[in-house]
């Protein structure tokens, strides 16, 4: 099962509300679902340069960093609304994924990982051994 939690969330939005500017600009859309034996987690990066992107896991928590390059300070700007620097995200993922198996593919501005279910997570069936009565007739 994937986790997510994000223990500055309602901090976050409390200071939207006060101040009126995002206290957390950056971000990464989500989306995660499962398929049979695999989750599948896709995060929105549109225009990362692939080279920028760094993927770890620790304890199962997988951290998704990435950057945008800062633009020249020579250009007069109209509009700036795109998020530069670098910024990441973290992914807690439960005991039951394999997280030994992970694949990652990065295309059109969208991160795709593939999380594998554990083995000892999928069901299985369980053999039952059956004790035949061996009783044998005395003859008298």
């Known amino acids: 099962m994937l986790m997510r939690t994000d223990p500055f969330r309602d901090l976050d939005?409390?200071?939207?509300?006060?101040?009126?500017?995002?206290?957390?600009?950056?971000?990464?859309?989500?989306?995660?679902?499962?398929?049979?034996?695999?989750?599948?987690?896709?995060?929105?990066l549109p225009g990362i340069d692939p080279e920028s992107l760094d993927l770890d896991i620790e304890r199962n928590v997988v951290t998704v960093r990435a950057s945008r390059p800062q633009l020249d300070q020579d250009r007069a700007m109209i509009a700036a609304e795109r998020t530069r620097g670098v910024f990441s995200r973290?992914?807690?993922?439960?005991?039951?994924?394999?997280?030994?198996?992970?694949?990652?593919?990065?295309?059109?501005?969208?991160?795709?990982?593939?999380?594998?279910?554990?083995?000892?997570?999928?069901?299985?069936?369980?053999?039952?051994?059956?004790?035949?009565?061996?009783?044998?007739a005395i003859n008298a």
């Not at 409390?14 to 101040?19: D, H, R, S």
């Open 13 to 44: 939005r409390l200071t939207q509300q006060v101040f009126g500017t995002p206290a957390r600009p950056v971000v990464m859309p989500m989306d995660a679902w499962r398929e049979g034996n695999e989750f599948f987690v896709e995060l929105d």
């Open 90 to 136: 973290q992914l807690f993922l439960g005991e039951n994924l394999d997280t030994d198996a992970i694949r990652a593919d990065y295309h059109d501005g969208v991160l795709r990982l593939v999380i594998p279910v554990a083995e000892k997570a999928k069901p299985r069936k369980i053999e039952i051994t059956r004790h035949h009565d061996e009783r044998q």
